[in-house]
């Protein structure tokens, strides 16, 4: 029960002498809309500097403190993969342990034990916040 069906369609054939006028116009218009983007672009990268020196005046307190984050991250990663490295070496590690827990029984008889050697550690102390935040004293 089928049926052959068949349908035919008739094509205009181009003409050739409007064929070259088509090619032509859309070539002009391609040019020009490549040159308006062109114009757009240098404009752009033309006044590059001036938008990133305002970019900079305006943002530079946050610039500066997300600098100073990602620089504290990349410098703890960094000092964790040092001690992670050094802790791995045989003997190393104990003996740090002794050294650190020698240094802290030290500190202990130095500044803590008597009053007068604790005040002298606040003394210090006070010193040392003052020259961090510039107070004179």
């Known amino acids: ?17 409007t064929m070259g006028t088509d090619v032509n116009a859309q070539t002009s218009d391609a040019n020009q809309q490549l ?3 062109w114009g757009k672009v240098s ?8 938008y990133v020196t305002d970019f900079f005046k305006e943002y530079q307190r946050p610039l500066i403190t997300v600098g ?22 045989p003997l190393l590690s104990p003996t740090f342990e002794l050294v650190g827990l020698g240094y ?10 008597r009053d007068a050697n604790r005040q002298e550690l606040m003394g210090n102390l006070v010193s040392l916040r003052d020259q961090i935040l510039g107070k004179r004293g």
């Open 1 to 17: 029960m089928s049926a052959d069906l068949k349908s035919e369609a008739t094509v205009p054939e181009p003409d050739e002498s």
């Open 104 to 113: 802290s029984g030290w500190f202990v008889y130095r500044f803590l034990l």
């Open 43 to 50: 404009g752009v990268l033309g006044n590059l500097p001036d």
């Open 35 to 37: 040159q308006e983007i």
């Open 68 to 89: 100073l984050i990602l620089g504290a991250v990349v410098s703890v990663k960094l000092l964790l993969a040092i001690l992670g490295a050094v802790n791995e070496i």
